[in-house]
């Protein structure tokens, strides 16, 4: 039933966490883990925002209106070619813009992560449906783990919580949500290794 609390609480667990959202947060976090002035600080916010959030958000929103994608989990996963394809540009312009504003090359680094995943989750995507949940996830909480630590254990937990919401939803399977999680931390981690 779909007014069930489990529902709810899988449906709210589920929407708050989408990828615009955890990219976003990443950007924040990262304000604040490497060392930057306060203007630079604020730009790299704003541009985690923007770039991050704001762009891809909108960009699914028009998809819905305009009824290429039919669902707010865009379950169709023909439907998840447009997201993922602006995926890849968002990327690039980010990539752009973070070399243009002199951030740091972690910075420049996360946008290479968020290139090949959206690369990589278009071509996967042509022959199953990855969970962009778990993938949208897993590299900010590897990027996050591999500066502090700290990071770990409570990544572990949101991703699993997270997990178990796609899995109460019905939207993917296990093996769906694992692959999803898997690839993004593997391409964090060896991006992150290749560009230190």
């Known amino acids: 039933m779909k007014s069930s609390k489990k529902y709810l609480l899988a449906r709210g667990l589920s929407d708050l966490f989408v990828p615009p959202v955890n990219t976003f947060l990443l950007f924040l976090f990262l304000s604040f883990l490497i060392q930057l002035d306060h203007n630079d600080r604020l730009l790299l916010i704003l541009s985690g925002f923007f770039l991050g959030f704001l762009l891809p958000l909108m960009y699914f929103i028009l998809l819905r209106r305009k009824g290429i994608v039919s669902d707010r989990d865009a379950t169709i996963k023909e439907e998840r070619t447009m997201p993922y394809t602006a995926g890849i540009l968002i990327s690039i312009f980010g990539g752009i813009v973070t070399y243009l504003l002199g951030f740091s090359g972690l910075v420049l680094s996360i946008w290479v992560i968020y290139f090949f995943n959206s690369l990589f989750i278009l071509l996967i995507n042509r022959f199953w449906k ?50 999803g999680g898997a690839l993004g931390n593997i391409v964090s981690f060896i991006i992150l290794k290749i560009l230190e």
Do not use: C
């Open 130 to 179: 990855i969970s962009a949940h778990a993938l949208g996830l897993s590299s900010p909480i590897t990027v996050l783990a591999y500066l502090n630590s700290s990071f770990i254990i409570p990544g572990i937990l949101i991703f699993t919580i997270v997990g178990w919401s796609r899995l109460e939803l019905k939207k993917h399977t296990f093996s769906q949500i694992l692959a």
